[in-house]
């Protein structure tokens, strides 16, 4: 398996980073990807990844929280960053219309230019969106047979919106929030949608660990030593076995990001 979301410079694991890489590979994991939101976390995932070659990799981007602050010189680092051999895509970029962290102009430049990027270097892009369906596919879809491959990440939109995802040939990424038992009863049921070339698995942690977790752990914090969980929910949800569940979307994700497989 291969946790294509790990928010690992999360202060959530500054007390066992070391170990939560253990735990992971003792998980059976096979990969994490690590999630660069601004440009101090997208170096120090860089950084992260290096120290485990072959098992971590990371993206270099700005989450649309962080849009305000995008100018001319981050995408100078950026380009910097990508051109590191551990960094493998473009993101966290997007926007985030729920929050407004960033004001929404800001926002859309910020989602553009890193579209730009990602075709400019050849390299896939890594996407975040919420509540902005709209004006997210309006900003992609001129940029989207410019792109080598694009994901959206931790998605839990409606039907409609994975449709319109799937037609503009989108990747999914699909998290934990498939376990809750209120909040992911929608997910539950359009997962079967996902056609398994586009399916990707990820934990998103330290967030939306997963509900339904036995015996339930002491902390709320997510990692990726939980993401066999989660493929088992998933691969239920999909009438699937898990094993055929796990080789599809390892496989996917090694093309997507590529990932060569370690001997």
């Known amino acids: 398996m291969i946790d294509i979301g790990v928010n690992l410079t999360s202060s959530q694991f500054d007390q066992d980073r070391a170990l939560v890489v253990q735990r992971a590979r003792a998980a059976g994991l096979s990969a994490m990807v690590l999630t660069g939101t601004n440009l101090a976390e997208s170096r120090a995932v860089a950084d992260h990844a290096a120290s485990a070659p072959g098992f971590c990799y990371a993206t270099a981007g700005v989450h649309p929280h962080e849009a305000r602050h995008f100018d001319e010189h981050s995408l100078d680092e950026l380009r910097r960053l990508a051109a590191l051999p551990q960094v493998v895509a473009i993101g966290e970029c997007g926007l985030d219309y729920n929050r407004d962290f960033s004001p929404r102009p800001q926002q859309d430049a910020a989602f553009e230019a890193q579209l730009a990027l990602s075709a400019e270097l ?26 080598p491959a694009a994901v959206l990440h931790c998605f839990t939109g409606s039907e409609a919106e994975l449709r319109d995802c799937l037609a ?35 934990t998103d942690s330290p967030y939306l660990i997963p509900r339904d977790l036995l015996p339930k752990p002491a902390s709320r914090r997510n990692e990726p030593a939980y993401l066999p969980h989660i493929v088992r929910r998933i691969a239920e949800c999909r009438g699937e076995h898990p094993d ?16 060569e497989e370690q001997s």
């Open 244 to 259: 055929a569940l796990i080789a599809a979307v390892t496989a996917t994700s090694r093309a997507f990001f590529r990932i």
């Open 168 to 202: 503009l040939d989108l990747h999914i990424g699909i998290t934990g929030w498939i376990c809750d038992e209120r909040r992911g009863r929608e997910l539950q049921r359009l997962v079967r949608m996902i056609p398994a070339g586009r399916l990707m698995v990820e």
């Open 122 to 147: 050849q390299l896939p892009v890594f996407m975040h969106c919420r509540d902005a369906h709209q004006r997210f596919m309006e900003i992609l879809a001129p940029w989207r047979d410019r792109l």
